[in-house]
């Protein structure tokens, strides 16, 4: 999706959210758990809840692109077989599926609470990552 926005690709996304996180983070969370975490415990490696709008928004600051607007995910259903055919016509991954929408209006509201207190697990901001996310995609896709 970012890669598709940045190339001014999407026209619109969907309304709903959930929890992102940096990569770089989660793969610490996890070197993290093996070096101190409690056997037979598990660890929510969590970010921050965004809406895919406001991600959008903010990734449209850092690379110079417009707004989205944001359907509604009534409406998108309603594509999903739509989307689903032109992909395959075209030889390419679906923007989004059914269970993309079910999972953006499901509930993300994990806590790491648990990382952070046992782990001593941290995330860095959302606008580092999505600044640095923006400048690795301009140079691998020329964006």
Avoid at 35 to 44: P, T, V
Avoid at 99 to 109: A, K
């Amino acid at each position: 999706m970012t890669v598709e926005y940045m190339h001014g690709k999407l026209p619109a996304c969907v309304k709903g959210g959930y929890n992102f996180v940096d990569v770089r983070d989660a793969a610490h969370g996890c070197i993290l758990a093996a070096e101190y975490g409690r056997r037979g415990q598990g660890y929510i490696l969590s970010g921050t809840n965004i809406t895919v709008k406001d991600l959008l928004t903010r990734i449209g600051r850092d690379c110079g692109k417009r707004p989205v607007p944001a359907l509604p995910e009534s409406l998108a259903k309603l594509a999903v077989p739509i989307v689903g055919v032109y992909s395959r016509i075209r030889g390419t991954r679906p923007l989004y599926t059914a269970y993309s929408l079910s999972t953006l209006s499901g509930n993300s509201l994990f806590s790491n609470e648990k990382a952070r207190r046992e782990l001593h697990y941290s995330v860095r901001s959302m606008e580092e990552t999505i600044r640095d996310m923006v400048s690795w995609v301009r140079t691998r896709h020329e964006a």
